[in-house]
């Protein structure tokens, strides 16, 4: 099993700043983290992508929704991904969600989904 949770989450003025966690943990031996992402659903919205880290033989890139480039930046390592916010805003105030394509050698590639960090930004 591999689980995805996301922490980080919380109330900050506009102009603020917080630092969003993506944990992926497994009670298998071995897996692989491949592409990870954050999403977003904002009130009465659908579901929107924000940020994805994709790996690749030649190294890692990335790729951002227009709304948030030069302010949000997302980074990896080997126990999950981060996503950074700066200069929020208050159509940010969302719930975050960060996903993780995983392989192992007995599903192959799954992507798992965390449940979701509330970011309220205040004007």
């Known amino acids: 099993q591999v689980q995805v949770v996301e922490s980080g989450g919380g109330l900050v003025q506009a102009g603020g700043s917080l630092r969003l966690s993506c944990a992926v943990s497994?009670?298998?031996?071995?897996?692989?983290?491949?592409?990870m992402g954050w999403y977003r659903r904002r009130p009465g919205t659908q579901r929107e992508f924000v940020a994805i880290?994709?790996?690749?033989?030649?190294?890692?890139t990335t790729d951002y929704a227009d709304s948030v480039k030069g302010r949000f930046t997302i980074s990896r390592d080997a126990a999950g991904s981060y996503l950074e916010m700066s200069n929020l805003k208050p159509e940010d105030t969302a719930f975050y969600y960060c996903?993780?394509?995983?392989?192992?050698?007995?599903?192959?590639?799954?992507?798992?989904w965390g449940q979701g960090t509330q970011v309220t930004v205040s004007s």
């Open positions: 880290s994709v790996r690749a033989n030649g190294g890692d």
């Open positions: 996903n993780a394509n995983v392989w192992t050698a007995a599903t192959g590639d799954v992507t798992y």
């Open positions: 497994g009670t298998i031996n071995f897996f692989r983290i491949n592409d």
